[in-house]
């Protein structure tokens, strides 16, 4: 038995308590009797007041003061606060011990079937009541309904109740976690894999508590802005309290205090495990979140004993019960779940002669019905009544449960529980009869499914209380409105039609943008998100222009308020300026990207940010969103390893599109010209927007000024399938008609690295007589992914899907076998050019930026790392096999002594 370090010693102790002795106990019951007095004649008001009066002078005085964070180990609503349940009690027993048995019963028959299935039976077995009070009584459906996230590894539980909604058929609960062989049903909640049930991806651990927050707080923002009536909805989410170890989890707590998200209800699963063991095992979850939210600014709801425990904490007047739950640490709470009653008198009352009176009535049987919080609908239905109603702060509820509830000896509370996937014929007979369930003994060591008819009780009443709540739940939408978009004319004519004019991505992308927010049709709808880099990317024009999201206005002069392009806060801002908080950033362009399916309308969110702290940054966060099938742009700016010069290596990103490959729904682009981001984001808004096509994109943005060219005729198709030719092989002024040159390659460039291949041409043809093709490769992702498409309907003798009868890929097309080497940069690691290397016929080079960013000037860096118009130069000579090509890298100083930049 230990003591829990960072139980609160302010704790009203008993008078003459061992462990906290008092130096004058009748003094301290006088005051605790005024105390009494004064609630009693003026209210819990009053008595609030003179306490905060006297702490606050307790303050001055330099008297140190007791930790407030923390309360007792006691449910924060009191009995007489309780409101009457409203609902039938035995009726909804016997529903959920359905939900249980059939949640139980596929896991268990998925196993029998294959043991490599998996499937987790214990945690929805604890989190089975707080899942279904919200359905039978809060959960509402619909347009203007609530949205739930749902702990991942509690699905078994979503699907068993949505089977006996008759919303699932027996076959898709036979073909659990084996949603790829047909009619099945995926292991966590995937709105890819199953788009018209699952609205929200949770199965990586801490995401799901951070997106509802970002989520409530995206609610506020489109109410805020006149988009859509918001107000009245509820964001739950319920999450499991080794989850809340996540730092994600965690990161969105001070937001949600801060904006008073009071639509936002977090339920913590508190049955004190994770998966190998304990969650505190030496201490006490449930007041360390306490302390953690309380401190937050968050509104606290401890649920975490059942009604069995109101005769006892009644009779209980000198709280010895309190004593002895704050003095019981997480480990043993623990072994009394796994335990019997008896067990449970001997270690936990009997320590105190009180406690052990206190219980003396009961029988070890009835000790061991004594149950958590968390497993008393009426308990729960308190706290969820609460926090309905609670005002101006978001509500947590920490709910405590025994893992593997009503698993016996089978699973309970034991350490292994987590994973504990198979039951024997008499575990399974003793949960029956646990959950007094209606199951023969042949089907019940069959595991049958079991659904009453419709015409039940249960059933009826089942169905009834959905219809008050507007529908099933969960359910995905699509239907929101197509939009009409803009063509590129509308917002970037001086972009196609640039002809010279010095530019960068950057600085084009910003004017598009604020063109786009003028438009009729989408601008509303934009969302543009940046986290603390505006400046850097030169869009402080839009702070003014559109204003900054803060759901209070602006309670300040902004110091620059004279300026034109003034720090301007608005209820009704459109930017959402997260701060430096990329993960949250992320979260707040998921809920917009989302919007089309969770709020019936379409956002566009345009979230900029330093590229490297994007995709690998939080990368996890973007596998989220491609689940989600959000649908937006990413736009990784100032980017490339060599183009942001000067920043380093925790800055330089040479791998973003890389990671962009690996996710199938999104459409990497690095454009190097403004009139290729143009097409781009034309094409992108039309797709998303227009088509609903769930695809989001991800542009790369640099901050290099060179000379940009108008759009080329014809260059439009190249542009958006990955790349186009923007230079010819030259020919020298005196060429008489069909010159040709003997030596040809040519030259594929990407991003600003365009330019170096561009300046590498005319050297091979200044200097050393080569003519050399360029082309502009905008995407070699969307090159591999049609390329692979083409071969695979090749293999497969079918037909290509997107390029009927077409059967050559663009990369073929473009590059035919002609006995050209090609040599191919960017800005990122040579992996991205080889991205194509399989459909190129001739010598290929691929040149990028593999090694660590340093610090320098982009001329240097782009000759330290080789991508340099005189690298390239040298490689295309070498390529070729032309014997000049050492005198050539003399010539430009390449010191070919050097090691590879990757180890230097
Ligand atoms: C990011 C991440 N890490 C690890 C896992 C694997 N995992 C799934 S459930 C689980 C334990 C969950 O414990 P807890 O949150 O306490 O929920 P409980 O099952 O106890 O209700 C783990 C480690 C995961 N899904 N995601």
Not at 295 to 315: C, M, Q
Not at 876 to 898: C, F, P
Request: hydrophobic share 40%; net charge negative; with cysteine.
């Amino acid at each position: 038995m230990g003591t829990v370090p960072i139980m609160d010693p302010s704790i009203p102790r008993q008078v003459g308590d061992p462990h906290d002795p008092d130096s004058d106990p009748l003094e301290t019951r006088e005051w605790i009797e005024a105390l009494d007095a004064l609630i009693e004649a003026e209210g819990a008001e009053r008595a609030t007041f003179l306490l905060r009066r006297l702490l606050q002078h307790a303050r001055t005085r330099r008297v140190p003061l007791p930790q407030v964070l923390a309360t007792p180990y006691v449910n924060t609503i009191g009995l007489a606060e309780q409101p009457p349940y409203q609902g039938n009690l035995d009726i909804e027993a016997r529903i959920s011990a359905l939900v249980r048995w059939n949640a139980l019963a596929m896991v268990v028959r998925a196993n029998r079937l294959s043991g490599e299935l998996g499937g987790h039976i214990a945690s929805y077995a604890s989190a089975a009541d707080l899942f279904e009070v919200g359905f039978n009584h809060f959960f509402r459906a619909g347009e203007r309904g609530d949205l739930v996230y749902f702990q991942p590894h509690s699905a078994p539980g979503v699907y068993a109740r949505a089977f006996l909604e008759g919303r699932l058929t027996e076959e898709q609960l036979d073909n659990y976690r084996r949603e790829t062989g047909g009619k099945g049903l995926s292991s966590y909640p995937h709105p890819w894999l199953m788009p018209n049930f699952w609205q929200f991806p949770t199965g990586s651990m801490g995401l799901g508590p951070l997106f509802a927050i970002y989520q409530a707080r995206f609610m506020r923002y489109l109410r805020d802005r006149a988009i859509v009536d918001t107000s009245g909805r509820k964001v739950w989410c319920f999450v499991g309290d080794g989850e809340m170890d996540e730092p994600e989890a965690l990161a969105g707590l001070s937001i949600a205090a801060r904006e008073k998200l009071d639509n936002l209800v977090l339920v913590v699963n508190c049955n004190l495990q994770r998966l190998d063991g304990p969650v505190r095992g030496n201490g006490s979850i449930v007041q360390e979140l306490e302390g953690l939210f309380a401190g937050a600014g968050w509104n606290v709801v401890k649920l975490l004993w059942s009604s069995d425990w109101d005769p006892l904490f009644a009779r209980d007047v000198h709280q010895w019960l309190e004593k002895r739950f704050l003095e019981t640490v997480d480990g043993e709470f623990q072994t009394y779940a796994a335990t019997s009653g008896a067990f449970n008198r001997e270690h936990f009352f009997n320590k105190y002669p009180e406690l052990r009176e206190l219980v003396a009535h009961l029988s070890d049987d009835d000790i061991d019905r004594l149950r958590r919080g968390g497993h008393d609908p009426v308990k729960i239905f308190s706290a969820y009544w609460h926090a309905l109603r609670h005002e101006g702060q978001p509500t947590v509820i920490l709910a405590m449960t025994k893992k593997g509830y009503g698993m016996g000896s089978a699973g309970q509370g034991r350490m292994t529980t987590h994973q504990h996937k198979k039951l024997d014929t008499v575990e399974l007979l003793a949960f029956r009869d646990r959950f007094a369930l209606p199951i023969e003994d042949a089907a019940c060591d069959a595991c049958a499914f079991v659904r009453p008819p419709r015409e039940s009780p249960e059933m009826a009443y089942l169905h009834a209380r959905r219809e008050k709540l507007g529908g099933y739940l969960p359910a995905r939408s699509t239907k929101a409105e197509p939009l009409p978009t803009p063509e590129a004319k509308a917002f970037a004519k001086f972009a196609l039609e640039a002809d010279g004019k010095e530019m960068s991505t950057t600085v084009a992308f910003v004017r598009m943008v604020g063109a786009l927010l003028r438009d009729a049709s989408i601008g509303k709808r934009i969302v543009p998100i940046i986290a603390d880099e505006g400046r850097t990317f030169g869009m402080a024009d839009l702070f003014r222009q559109v204003g900054i999201y803060s759901p209070i206005g602006q309670l300040y002069e902004p110091e620059d308020q004279h300026q034109l392009s003034y720090y301007k806060e608005a209820v009704d801002g459109q930017i959402l300026e997260e701060g430096i908080n990329e993960a949250g950033a992320i979260a707040s362009w998921v809920a917009a990207a989302t919007s089309y399916s969770a709020h019936g309308v379409a956002m566009l969110p345009m979230y900029i940010y330093y590229s490297m702290f994007g995709f690998q940054r939080v990368g996890d966060e973007i596998w989220a969103a491609a689940d989600s099938r959000s649908r937006g742009f990413l736009f990784g700016a100032t980017a490339g390893r060599t183009t942001l010069s000067g920043e380093g290596l925790q800055h330089e990103d040479g791998t973003s599109h890389l990671i962009a490959s690996t996710i199938p729904n999104c459409r990497a682009y690095d454009p190097g010209l403004a009139c290729e981001l143009a097409v781009i984001l034309e094409d992108g808004m039309r797709r998303m927007l227009g088509e609903h096509e769930d695809v989001f994109y991800y542009v790369t943005l640099m901050n290099e000024v060179y000379a940009q060219p108008s759009l080329p005729e014809g260059a439009r198709e190249g542009i958006l399938r990955g790349m186009h030719r923007v230079r010819e092989p030259g020919k020298p002024a005196s060429a008489p008609p069909g010159f040709a040159r003997k030596q040809k390659v040519r030259l594929l460039g990407a991003g600003t690295i365009l330019q170096e291949a561009l300046a590498a041409a005319d050297l091979l043809e200044n200097d050393w007589g080569v003519g050399a093709e360029v082309f502009s490769v905008t995407s070699f992702t969307e090159l591999r992914r049609e390329a692979m498409e083409v071969g695979r309907a090749e293999r497969l003798g079918s037909r290509h899907s997107r390029e009927e009868g077409n059967r050559r890929s663009w990369i073929e097309q473009q590059l035919p076998q002609s006995g050209s080497p090609v040599i191919a940069a960017s800005d990122y690691v040579s992996a991205v050019a080889d991205l194509i290397r399989p459909w190129i016929r001739d010598a290929y080079v691929a040149l990028g930026t593999d090694g660590f960013g340093r610090s320098d000037t982009r001329a240097s860096l782009r000759r330290f790392f080789e991508v340099d118009r005189h690298s390239i130069a040298v490689a295309a000579l070498s390529a070729l096999g032309d014997r000049r090509a050492g005198d050539a890298a003399k010539r430009y100083g390449i010191d070919t002594a050097l090691p590879p930049p990757s180890r230097r």
